[in-house]
């Protein structure tokens, strides 16, 4: 059985939002986690006008910390829940989405996170939603994915924690550079799919969308995996 996960930070909608839907319609995920996801006014309709211009519908996240979780048609909705994590005087308040699927008789719990610039606080949330999503997992008998915004790379304390519970999913299959950040000009990798070890990946990476719509939607690349589970 596949999944095709993404995982993307929209910027809070604040570029083109146009651009913005035709990329991730380019993504074709079953499951998408959004970071920066609109939190202020009208923050759940703004979300919901997001999720239907790219054929998608809302699946989890609350208004703090503004990450979510979109579906694509046919991906069966079995949980959902968020959380918010813990909150740091002076830091911005973190949280993550998680929600239950089947796709084709097959479960994943997947979680949306973005993680702190502050290093202490990063690896404080990592180690919170890896364990929470790992309890949710064990629930329903689900394989784990979890993706968003480290706000780090990969030879870093909070990356290395997350990798070793969790495989990253792009080296092991990479499709493209796998650079994210920034998008015009993109020299770091710091957004990522991680997954349960015991999960195939066919491939990981970018995604093949018009170039000038990549750099109009946000201020990050998109990543991709497609999963196989046995």
């Known amino acids: ?23 991730i319609r380019a993504m074709s995920p079953d499951v998408l986690c959004v970071q920066e ?56 308040i973190r949280a993550v989405a998680i929600a239950v699927v089947e796709v084709e008789g097959a479960r994943f719990a997947v979680a949306s996170i973005h ?17 929470m999503i790992e309890q949710v ?15 780090e790379q990969d030879d870093k304390t909070t990356w290395r924690y997350i990798a070793a519970r969790l495989s990253d999913c792009y080296p092991r299959a990479p499709r493209g550079n796998g650079l994210t ?10 957004d990522a799919i991680f997954a349960t070890q015991g999960l195939q990946v066919a491939w990981c990476g970018g995604v093949d969308a018009d170039p000038a719509d ?10 991709v995996a497609r999963l196989v589970r046995a």
């Open 37 to 92: 996801a609109p939190r202020l006014l009208c923050w759940r309709r703004r979300r919901m006008e997001l999720a239907e211009s790219a054929g998608m519908r809302v699946a989890a996240g609350g208004r703090l910390g503004g990450v979510a979780i979109l579906l694509a048609p046919g991906v069966r909705l079995l949980h959902s829940e968020s959380h918010v994590l813990k909150i740091f005087l002076g830091l911005e």
């Open 115 to 131: 993680l702190d610039l502050d290093e202490a606080a990063r690896l404080h949330h990592a180690t919170e939603a890896v364990a």
């Open 214 to 223: 990549l750099v109009a939607a946000t201020d990050h690349l998109p990543v």
């Open 181 to 190: 950040f920034r998008a015009a000009r993109p020299d770091r990798r710091i």
């Open 137 to 151: 997992a064990a629930r329903f008998d689900a394989a784990i994915v979890l993706a968003g915004d480290i706000n």
């Open 1 to 23: 059985m596949t999944i095709t996960v993404g995982t993307y930070n929209v910027r809070g909608m604040k570029d083109d939002v146009a651009a913005l839907a035709r990329v």
